[in-house]
């Protein structure tokens, strides 16, 4: 598996902006696919963003447009910038991992707390 630790989240005005951070240790294991996925109280966890070690995104139609997702495969850094924030992404957000050979997101990080208030 692979550690994940986030940084990044806050308290912030709606509209405003928040950068999130996930720094990974790996062990030599190489990261396939690393993504933000967020679970807001009373609600299901959501999967909001993806990318790929070959730099392909996908967004949850909630963020398309006001959320970008990046990764540093040298750093094993994945960061997920968003603005125009909402208080409807009020949510705890978790990095997420899946190596080579895993069907699944095998690997999950803490989590950080992102609270948008109106």
């Known amino acids: 598996q692979v550690q994940l630790v986030e940084s990044g989240g806050g308290l912030v005005l709606a509209g405003g902006s928040l950068r999130l951070s996930c720094a990974a240790s790996?062990?030599?294991?190489?990261?396939?696919?690393m993504g933000w996925s967020r679970r807001a109280p009373g609600k299901q966890r959501e999967l909001v963003a993806t990318?790929?070690?070959?730099?392909?995104?996908n967004y949850a139609d909630s963020v398309k447009g006001r959320f970008t997702v990046s990764r540093d495969n040298a750093k094993n850094m994945l960061t997920l910038q968003m603005n125009s924030l909402k208080p409807e992404d009020t949510a705890v957000y978790f990095c997420?991992?899946?190596?080579?050979?895993?069907?699944?997101?095998?690997?999950w990080g803490q989590g950080t707390q992102v609270t948008v208030s109106s």
């Open positions: 990318i790929t070690i070959d730099g392909f995104t």
């Open positions: 997420a991992a899946r190596i080579i050979g895993e069907r699944t997101f095998g690997s």
């Open positions: 790996t062990t030599g294991r190489l990261i396939n696919v």
